[in-house]
């Protein structure tokens, strides 16, 4: 089982970044997946999730601003966000949503929100 997440960078406040993440050696197609985040000296919280018939749901820091989508044919799960604000700046993870446990955690996207 791997996760490789990917597309994160430095952006002003207000730019928009594209996250992927890839995932392999499960049935990708048939688990919700969601998009976690963990700031410096912070804990890590879910900020997005869809389930694996795309229903999807939000942390309210993120709603308005982020969308979740998957290709369930790519196995890949996509995290566009807009509007973005310094307290987004976080490493970015995927992992299981609604699961009793997680998969091995990959080794995330750095998304740096700073003029």
């Known amino acids: 089982v791997q996760l490789v997440e990917s597309g994160g960078g430095l952006v002003q406040p207000g730019g928009s970044l594209r996250l992927s993440c890839a995932a392999s050696g499960y049935t990708f197609s048939i688990n919700a997946m969601g998009w976690y985040r963990q700031a410096p000296g912070k804990q890590r919280e879910l900020v997005a999730g869809?389930?694996?018939?795309?229903?999807?749901n939000y942390a309210d820091s993120v709603k308005e601003r982020f969308t979740i989508s998957r290709v369930n044919a790519k196995s890949t799960v996509y995290l566009q966000m807009n509007s973005l604000k310094p307290e987004d700046t976080a490493v970015y993870y995927c992992n299981n949503w609604r699961a009793s446990t997680f998969l091995p955690w990959g080794q995330g996207t750095q998304v740096t929100v700073s003029s």
């Open positions: 869809i389930t694996s018939l795309g229903n999807t």
